[in-house]
């Protein structure tokens, strides 16, 4: 890999940190049932000191593993395009970079958090450790929303303003050059490469002048902008924040410190889009059994009510990408995020998935792919040549109050992007795609599918199927709110936490 991201500083004493979790998490049942019903009921009276130590150690050893960054440059490739989300960038120019630069720290980047409310059921105060993939669904939801609410062309007005770049565009190997000397950077340069602390993230506040947007369509972009922030605040009350994707996931057995699957969180962001309010013309579907079953999504967003009231409209401040000409079906059809639980491959990723990857990921319609192995998942969001670029999650910072006005919106961009190779992807994951109408959709099926028939080998990742779930006998599978993502014999004890919730292709 050549860049060192913000999880890979570690320390010694893993075994320590799961005793604590999983003590903190449950309030030690073990010692109050072995001390007997006496010791019960003064547990139940009493506060225990003990377990309020062990949380107070865990906070501080997370803030520590956690807390610490590596600075170092990522090397791209300046001959070489690099792809982030449908988009296509040739840093052969100054202008190029720049453009990439922006659209890149434009993404939403949504990472560990500490001293937030107390997560109900537990005297966890923060999900470092544990809550990587919640994070990283957050951030494939967060894609979701900003292209379902803003302009197409949006970009973060302050993202200019971030001048500590972590990247180097470099020419390929040559006779004058050695493979991998950077050439002058466009991008600003770093310092040491040791580590250091980071008060406020790996963009902590650099003392530049904010230029505030000048426009009114800007100034109600960064408002929209400021709002969709808010939805994943570190409160109870956020519609897709920690607390409530935990609270979501009790329903499939999932509690606070556990490990979440890329399937699992899945059928929590649909739960969580179903649920709210803020956003009401936007609708979640999770494929089963790794087909996407057409009749069910046609269900799924042409409601009878909507097809007699018209369209339906997403509440708060929203940004019009243009006049509406769009006629007939389309003007009464929900927009929607498609999510595909897949695995791509047994232990390791199958090199014959990684052309398809690729495809994939050129789509306009695809919003990225969040995958991982127990403790250490990624949003990728795009590739050059054959290394994926993400957005880590695995960076501990503090809780923001999301409630004040204005609130600082830097600790939700990150201005470093990270590659690495496809040889290192871990096959589960989950793939997203955002159509806004009906003919997005069938282009979305279209074009998706054409991408997933040029792997070379013999079975796609997954298909595409006329009719609904039920024809199949999966009934109401894919929305109902327990179901899992697939059909699987029992459960193994000895099989892998992370090949549980998927069918091996």
Not at 32 to 59: F, I, Q, W, Y
Not at 368 to 387: A, M, N, R, T
Request: glycine letters at 8%; hydrophobic letters at 35%; proline letters at 8%.
């Amino acid at each position: 890999m050549n860049s060192v991201s913000p999880s890979a500083v570690q320390y010694v004493g893993g075994a320590v940190q799961e005793e604590l979790l999983e003590s903190q998490r449950t309030g030690s049942p073990a010692r109050r049932l072995a001390a007997g019903p006496e010791a019960g009921r003064e547990a139940a009276t009493e506060p225990d000191e003990v377990d309020k130590l062990k949380a107070k150690l865990m906070s501080a050893w997370n803030n520590v593993k956690y807390g610490w960054s590596v600075k170092s440059k990522t090397f791209f490739n300046k001959t070489s395009p690099i792809t982030v989300l449908g988009q296509s960038y040739l840093l052969n120019s100054e202008d190029e970079v720049e453009r990439f630069h922006r659209a890149f720290v434009s993404r939403l980047w949504l990472t560990y958090r500490r001293e937030f409310p107390q997560l109900e059921g537990s005297s966890l105060t923060t999900d470092c450790g544990w809550g990587c993939m919640l994070r990283s669904g957050q951030m494939l939801l967060a894609q979701g929303l900003l292209v379902h609410l803003m302009p197409r062309d949006w970009a973060w007005p302050d993202a200019q303003q971030l001048e500590d770049v972590d990247f180097e565009v470099f020419r390929p190997r040559s006779p004058s050059r050695a493979v991998g000397v950077p050439i002058p950077s466009f991008g600003s340069p770093r310092g040491s490469s040791t580590p250091q602390r980071s008060v406020a993230g790996p963009q902590a506040p650099r003392g530049v002048q904010r230029k505030r947007p000048e426009s009114a369509r800007d100034r109600q972009a960064e408002l929209l902008h400021h709002r969709l922030v808010s939805w994943f605040g570190d409160h109870p009350p956020a519609p897709f924040g920690v607390h409530q994707l935990v609270e979501l996931g009790k329903s499939s057995g999932k509690r606070a410190g556990d490990w979440y699957g890329p399937s699992v969180v899945a059928h929590i962001l649909r739960k969580a889009v179903c649920k709210t309010t803020e956003v009401s013309n936007l609708a979640v579907y999770v494929a089963q059994d790794c087909t996407v079953y057409k009749e069910d999504v046609l269900q799924l967003c042409e409601p009878l009510s909507s097809r007699v009231n018209g369209p339906l409209t997403t509440k708060g401040p929203q940004i019009s990408n243009g006049p509406q000409t769009t006629k007939g079906p389309d003007t009464s059809w929900k927009s929607v995020i498609i999510l595909v639980p897949v695995r791509l491959g047994g232990e390791a990723l199958n090199p014959a998935y990684i052309e398809c990857v690729k495809h994939i990921l050129k789509l306009e319609c695809c919003i990225g792919i969040i995958g991982g192995k127990p403790k250490h998942s990624l949003y990728f969001v795009g590739f050059q040549d054959e290394q994926l670029l993400y957005l880590d999650p695995h960076y501990c910072q503090s809780v923001v109050d999301v409630t004040q006005a204005d609130f600082s919106l830097e600790s939700f961009h990150c201005c470093s992007p990270r590659k690495m190779p496809f040889s290192r992807m871990d096959p589960s994951c989950t793939i997203g795609f955002y159509a806004k109408n009906q003919k997005d959709f069938e282009s979305l099926c279209s074009a998706v599918t054409e991408a997933l028939f040029s792997s070379k080998e013999k079975y796609p990742i997954f298909t595409f199927m006329e009719g609904q779930g039920q024809d199949y006998g999966l009934e109401g599978h894919s929305i109902s709110p327990t179901g899992p993502a697939h059909i699987l014999p029992p459960r193994n004890s000895n099989t892998r936490a992370s090949t549980d919730d998927f069918v091996f292709l």
